[in-house]
């Protein structure tokens, strides 16, 4: 499975980001699909996730201002961010995982929020 994402930038506080991730390859054994960011100093988290079964997770911090979706025709996750803080800037990355719990990353996408 590669995951390729993209979106990322520099956008003021308030503002708005869309970030995509799409797969390709052996995605049929795909059973969640989410996004996790990293800060520097501090561990990788997720920001919002399809579980399998297909519940949504947000984390605490971004709900209510992102939000998570899915093109399964163009096999491709969106986070739909808005309302943007400082806070959230970060290394933005989308993942997947298969039904043998293998876990796949896309390259990153950096994310900073200006004051």
């Known amino acids: 499975v590669q995951l390729q994402a993209s979106g990322g930038g520099l956008v003021q506080a308030g503002g708005s980001l869309r970030l995509s991730c799409a797969a390709s390859?052996?995605?049929?054994?795909?059973?969640?699909t989410g996004w996790y960011r990293q800060a520097p100093g501090k561990q990788r988290e997720l920001v919002a996730g399809?579980?399998?079964?297909?519940?949504?997770d947000y984390a605490d911090s971004v709900k209510g201002r992102f939000t998570i979706s899915r093109d399964n025709a163009k096999n491709t996750v969106y986070l739909q961010m808005n309302s943007l803080k400082p806070e959230d800037t970060a290394v933005y990355y989308c993942n997947a995982v298969n039904i043998i719990h293998n876990n796949f990353w896309g390259q990153g996408t950096q994310v900073t929020v200006s004051s």
């Open positions: 390859g052996s995605i049929f054994g795909i059973v969640a």
């Open positions: 399809f579980a399998h079964g297909g519940s949504v």
